[in-house]
């Protein structure tokens, strides 16, 4: 929700029936993971550490994550690249 911050948002959601282990939770995780490094002066995380991050600020299984990921992934609202070894 623009306007108010991921937390705010986040509390709105599960008052609103949206389960805490929920896709869409996931992928608003991922998405705001993103977001935040990006505001740090990253253009990008290594997918170990997005998942990390994203695991810590959610509290969900990395299962979840990693389905969201892939969602986000193949609908092109997050881009896939190799530095070196690192995905």
Known sequence: IRGIGFISAD?????LGINHDSIIRARAGISHTLMESLSDGHIGLPKPLLLEKASK?????S???EEALE???SAG???FDTIGTQE
């Open 11 to 15: 509390k709105i959601a599960m008052n």
């Open 57 to 61: 600020l959610l509290t969900i299984p």
């Open 63 to 65: 299962s979840i994550l």
């Open 71 to 73: 969602l986000e992934l």
């Open 77 to 79: 609202f997050v881009k």
